[in-house]
């Protein structure tokens, strides 16, 4: 699943630093239940570090962070997956496009086929 705007509240300025993290209640408990379903969830995500917004460091804590709301409300998020460059670089792994799905596949076993992505 997507990031901004799925899991956390979206900022036209992007979420530069903890401070800014806004979590949706309601994506913890959307995670709780797809965790009891026994489903994996993984994220992918575009960043802003290659606008010079965000250091990976940062962007880092803010994912730690994410992740222990989520495994504090009894979810769980195997990994996130996350874009460090510009749209402009044109890169393969800029969402939506396949780099960071294939990355998934081959880390867990996915069959993109059997997949749903959600985000924006």
């Known amino acids: 699943m997507d990031r901004d705007g799925v ?20 994506a ?11 489903h994996r969830v993984i994220v992918l ?12 460091e940062t962007l880092k804590e803010i994912h730690k962070t994410i992740f222990k709301a989520v495994e504090d409300a009894m979810g ?6 996350f874009c460090p460059y510009r749209a402009e670089n ?3 792994c800029r969402k939506a496009k396949i780099s960071m799905f294939l990355a998934a596949k081959e880390d ?13």
């Open 90 to 92: 044109n890169c393969s």
């Open 45 to 56: 995500t575009n960043s802003p570090i290659g606008r010079g917004i965000i250091t990976e």
């Open 76 to 81: 769980r998020i195997e990994r996130f997956y």
């Open 28 to 38: 913890l408990d959307g995670l709780r239940f797809l965790r009891e379903e026994g």
């Open 108 to 120: 867990f076993n996915i069959d993109l086929e059997k997949t749903f992505y959600g985000g924006r």
């Open 7 to 26: 899991i956390n509240k979206e900022r036209k300025d992007y979420v530069k630093c903890l401070q800014e993290l806004v979590i949706y209640d309601e």
